[in-house]
């Protein structure tokens, strides 16, 4: 169990935190909490990384001072990502002091600000107890989930890489702070582990390129496009792609994505289902060049007919109403529609694909920047509109990092 907190300077909060710490584990947990948890001499951030990887559920105290943090607000980002990943993890928000549930900021603390946060009471042992009530007396441990193989995967990828100067080039590609690299001195998988919990953050793409660079030599060839795999989506960051990710049920999810090409969209959902393929599985359909007598709608739901029904191993000729929904994957369609003349032409795609497969998810890369106020209807007026927090030319940038350590992956093998 994680407790996030901000409570230094806070007296009220800090006896909230012990109280409930004291007792979760009364009633079998193990408590992550970061003044217990991390040891005298201990860097604080690494290892707050590495016990948001390993926690089953989390308590987030939200007071005065956590609306104000950063920090808390990272923490927040990384829990809700686990916990829309699936897997059961649950999160509990607990308001305490004076922090009314309207103060909690949809920009600053995303979907937390949904759930139904536990209110505050005036005593610390009546609020701690309150809190406690919620969780049950702990039985068998659930699995780590799609975050936790994610991390031990890059980790072992990096084991190949050979201790000292090897791990210490990857943390250097990575611009880690020099405090943090001191901590690969214990060398073996604590380092390498070290390493991935890294990933949790998000790294610019010249970081992940430099960090491919730095150990190229190092691996064979096979593991080297593993990691190469595993790490590019890290340019994007998890908060926003979170949001991509439908609810616990997998039910029909559309979102509309304001970037500018098809590629970045797979970066999205690869981040935001921490490479579980299991999970997921998804489709580009777009048009590409026309004639300017072209009817670009007519196209696109051409293109889509065709391709949609190849990928989900049908004939042209079999009914729509045949096709076979996977209820233990969510199957995307990335719809690149920056062919069409308008959103309105891409909104009729949208809704004649759900007319045909209720059940698809689409991503749908509109034909230009989607404004939040901006009017939309038919297949889109349920859509989730998803703004990256960074520009044009990072996207550039990164999707060329990924072509080229992708070929460069392939020459060598």
Known sequence: MFISHSS????????????????????GYEVLVDVSAILPGQKWRPRIYELLRDCHAAVVLVNR???????????????????????????????????????????????????????SVASAEQAAQSIVHLFPVIGE??????????????????????????LDMVAEALELPQEDRDLLTVGGTAATDFLAVQMLHTHPAVRIRNLVHAVRYQMDPGSLANLVTLVLPVWVDAASARRVLPGRECTRHTVLLNVRKAGTGTHYLDRAFCMDVRRYHYLIVGIGGRFDDDDPERLLR??????????????????????????????????????????????RVVAWLHERLPWLHILLIPPGPVGAGERRSGGLADAVLVNPPFGADDEQVALRVAEELTSHVRMMR
Not at 152 to 162: A, K, M, P, T, Y
Not at 323 to 330: G, L, Q
């Open 302 to 347: 051409e293109a889509c007919g065709r391709n949609v029904k190849r990928w989900l191993g049908m004939e042209p000729a079999d009914p729509w109403e045949t096709a076979v929904e996977e209820k233990d994957r969510c199957l995307y369609v990335i719809l690149d529609s920056k062919g069409c003349d308008s959103l309105e032409q891409a909104e």
């Open 141 to 166: 441990t659930p699995a780590g989930g799609a975050m936790h193989q994610w991390l031990r995967n890059i980790s072992s990828q990096l084991s190949q890489v050979r201790e000292g100067p090897g």
């Open 65 to 119: 001072k956590a609306l104000e943090s950063r920090w808390v607000q990272r923490e927040v980002d990384i829990l809700l990502w686990r916990q829309a990943s699936g897997n059961g993890f649950h999160i509990l928000p607990a308001l305490v002091g004076d922090v009314a549930p309207g103060e909690i900021s949809e920009e600053r603390f995303g979907e937390l600000n949904e759930m139904q946060a536990l209110g």
């Open 8 to 27: 230094t300077h806070d007296d009220h909060a800090a006896q909230v935190r012990d109280l409930v710490a004291e007792g979760l584990r009364k009633r």
